[in-house]
């Protein structure tokens, strides 16, 4: 099992940045994944969710508009475009598989990767 996030970085207000994920195959296929993220003192939260074949994806209300997630299956690598972006965006960011792409509710896996820190500057 692996899960390796990348991509995040300081960034100031309005700005934008680029997150990946490679995962091992065996999270991956016939997988929907999604990006979480938590931030200091609050609990981890789905932000964004793609199906196993990419056709639907699904977005937590805070992030609609604004991020964009995609997958290429053939390289077992997920991505989270993050346009816009806020200061209450600033959280560790990790991938993992979903449950569902309907209910957008944070699983109770044993394993996490070591995840990307976003940090969004006022």
């Known amino acids: 099992v692996q899960l390796v996030e990348s991509g995040g970085g300081l960034v100031q207000a309005g700005g934008s940045l680029r997150l990946s994920c490679a995962a091992s195959?065996?999270?991956?296929?016939?997988?929907?994944m999604g990006w979480y993220r938590q931030a200091p003192g609050k609990q981890r939260e789905l932000v964004a969710a793609?199906?196993?074949?990419?056709?639907?994806?699904n977005y937590a209300d805070s992030v609609k508009g604004r991020f964009t997630v995609s997958r290429d299956n053939a390289k077992n690598t997920i991505n989270l475009q993050m346009n816009s972006l806020k200061p209450e965006d600033t959280a560790v960011y990790y991938c993992?598989?979903?449950?569902?792409?309907?209910?957008?509710?944070?699983?109770?896996?044993?394993?996490w990767g070591r995840g990307t820190q976003v940090t969004v500057s006022s």
């Open positions: 993992n598989a979903v449950p569902s792409t309907y209910a957008m509710v944070v699983p109770d896996y044993d394993y």
């Open positions: 793609i199906s196993s074949g990419g056709g639907r994806t």
């Open positions: 195959r065996s999270i991956f296929m016939f997988n929907a």
